[in-house]
């Protein structure tokens, strides 16, 4: 197992903004598989608890690095739905920030829709100590899942995610527009952030930056990055100063 990150940016600032942290497995005889292979098998037996808590470890010491390098970047972590429901994630996520340092503002928790409706009451309860930990929570692949307006008022996270099958089409098909167009001002009312992923073209880009998002994500200006690729990219691109 190794992690990769895929850069953030800011289009009307030119700044990466974060980074998200993309699990890899590289088997010696299979080569790479695909996460969307593995993770669900992951889920089913449980192992994902143990991926999950690598990952977030590995991620928040990475920030941590970039942070004192001057880099003051958030990093995003998926939190899949077996290893909130299954596991302690406030106890985790509490003991990788003291562990390594990291200031909680600098965490971004990617939650799916399907988090947020399993158990909304005891969901609720772990959101609201994580937000008072001050962790950023962001809703990942958003419209795709069961989208609710409810929940959106009640669990105030701070990023709306605007799924890539929508970006995908975003200049051909007039439904995902509208969608994408829905979204955007949905986030505008509620005063929170939003972000693109899987922008992969200019026109895109200019295309969701001419709607009113200006956060992307993508193989257009990124792909998912070793540390050290990560850090040559750093070392010659605009970072976002972060730190209020």
């Known amino acids: ?21 993309l699990v890899r497995w590289r088997h010696p005889e299979l080569g790479i598989i695909s996460p969307s292979d593995f993770i669900p098998i992951a ?10 808590q690598y990952v977030m470890r590995q991620a928040c010491h990475q920030a941590k690095r970039w942070h ?5 970047l958030h990093i995003a972590v998926n939190v899949s739905y077996v290893q909130f429901m299954g596991n302690n994630l406030l106890q985790l996520v509490t003991d990788v920030l003291d562990e390594t340092g990291l200031e909680a503002q600098f965490l971004e928790l990617e939650l799916t829709e ?9 969901v609720l309860s772990v959101v609201q100590l994580l937000r008072n930990m001050g962790v950023f929570l962001s809703i990942d692949d958003f419209g795709t899942g069961y989208s609710s ?17 929508f970006v995908r089409d975003l200049l051909v098909d007039k439904d995902d527009a509208i969608i994408v167009s829905a979204i955007i001002n949905l986030a505008k ?7 693109a992923e899987g922008v992969e073209t200019e026109a895109q880009a200019n295309k969701l930056q001419e709607m009113g998002c200006q956060q992307i994500q993508g193989y257009w200006l990124g792909r998912p990055l070793s540390v050290v690729q990560m850090n040559a990219l750093l070392a010659n691109t605009k970072v976002m100063e972060q730190i209020e």
């Open 43 to 52: 889920e089913e037996s449980g192992l994902i608890i143990d991926i999950g």
């Open 189 to 195: 009312s509620l005063e929170i952030e939003c972000i």
């Open 1 to 21: 197992m190794s992690i990769e990150y895929q850069p953030q940016f800011n289009l009307l600032i030119e700044s990466i903004i974060g980074a998200e942290a």
């Open 149 to 165: 307006l409810s929940y959106l008022k009640r669990f105030s996270v701070h990023k709306l995610k605007i799924d890539q099958s």
């Open 68 to 72: 004192d390098q001057g880099h003051c």
């Open 114 to 122: 399907s988090i947020l409706v399993s158990d909304p009451e005891n």
